[in-house]
């Protein structure tokens, strides 16, 4: 007992609290060592628990490491315009020889994008989002930016993509983002966007197709198909074809298809078990919004199934992914009851 009230560890409640005296630190390459400034000496090992620590992952969206004129390494908050010399990546440390992981679920509905990828660095990893100037794809947008990537907008309208890069370049302003046209509605204008991709001579690591519309009174596009069935499913399968050479050169690489739990609740078949495609695109007279967003939904899922059975040998997986029911954002803006209901329900659902 006398050594430990030498040492300052009995005073400590924690066993991972420091004796006074001690600080934590980090090298450069993240692993933590410890400094006792009463003795003018370090060590690896916890002075109280004895175990060794590395940092997991990479810095914290908005922070760079820096070194001093005297070689030290010190660490700049660009968002809340600070420096300090403590790593802010000791609050994510690991064991040097960490225990097994539990199967419990790490993430939950209370997750946010910046918690699941916190520690990770997508530093050289392009990005292409659809429908990004907002909601989902905008959330989705600002975290991989954020955290490094440089992130593709594609919008229909050019000046909501704009402000939306404005804002992630608020937060973070060496973040790697820019907006690019891409109108669904229009085959023309997918195939003119992903030229123009294609001529920046840049890899594709990962292609999310997150645009979609909701509850749209019934139109035909420019290519005479029923607008809800190509803007949220056929406009994104041109997509994936004409950047297929990209994402295989690239690989690994993946495809995000954000889908909706909708689609259990609708048919694509006829009477006989056959494909109606009659339904895909169909006539105003039979047209219903939430019948032809479900359909549209259910052939987003079909689609992703399949080019990940294609794809997947050559290092391109396809998932499809089901955001959430009913999260408050501006994909309800077409009809009032619709958001109407949006708005009641959003006391009870997922916000941005």
């Known amino acids: 007992m006398a050594a430990l009230k030498y040492a300052g560890l009995e005073d400590t409640d924690s066993e991972e609290e420091l004796p006074p005296g001690w600080e934590e630190r980090t090298t450069k390459d993240g692993w933590v060592y410890y400094a006792n400034h009463l003795e003018e000496k370090t060590q690896w090992e916890h002075p ?31 968002i809340n315009k600070r420096t300090t010399y403590l790593d802010p990546r000791l609050a994510f440390t690991v064991e040097d020889n960490p225990v097994k992981p539990t199967t419990r679920q790490k993430y939950d509905g209370n997750s946010t994008a910046m918690e699941i990828l916190q520690g990770r660095d997508l530093s050289g990893k392009v990005v292409i989002i659809t429908g990004a100037n907002s909601g989902i794809g905008f959330e989705t947008a600002k975290s991989l930016a954020l955290h490094g990537a440089y992130v593709i907008l594609a919008c229909r309208n050019m000046s909501r993509g704009n402000d939306a890069v404005q804002r992630i370049l608020v937060e973070w302003h060496k973040a790697k983002v820019e907006a690019m046209t891409l109108d669904l509605a229009s085959l023309q204008s997918v195939q003119h966007f992903a030229e123009a991709f294609k001529s920046k001579n ?40 004409l950047l297929e050479d990209v994402l295989r050169r690239s690989s690994p690489a993946r495809v995000v298809i954000v889908s909706s739990e909708s689609h259990r609740f609708t048919e694509i078949k006829d009477s006989s078990g056959k494909l109606d495609f009659s339904l895909l695109s169909p006539s105003k007279k039979e047209y219903w919004a939430m019948l032809a967003y479900n359909r549209s939904k259910l052939c987003n899922i079909l689609f992703s199934n399949e080019l990940n059975r294609r794809l997947s040998p050559h290092g391109v997986t396809s998932n499809s992914v089901h955001p959430g029911n009913m999260i408050y954002s501006s994909i309800h803006r077409n009809w009032w009851v619709y958001t109407l209901l949006f708005t009641l329900a959003r006391p009870f659902t997922k916000s941005m």
Do not use: M
């Open 202 to 241: 840049v890899p594709l690591h990962i292609l999310i197709c997150n645009a979609a519309v909701f509850g749209a009174p019934w139109c035909l596009t420019e290519d005479d198909l029923e607008s809800t069935f190509q803007v949220n499913h056929l406009g994104h399968f041109y997509l994936v074809q």
């Open 48 to 78: 109280k628990s004895g175990k060794r620590k590395r940092v997991a992952g990479g810095l914290p969206y908005g922070w760079e490491q820096e070194t001093d004129e005297n070689g030290q390494v010190y660490f700049v908050d660009h």
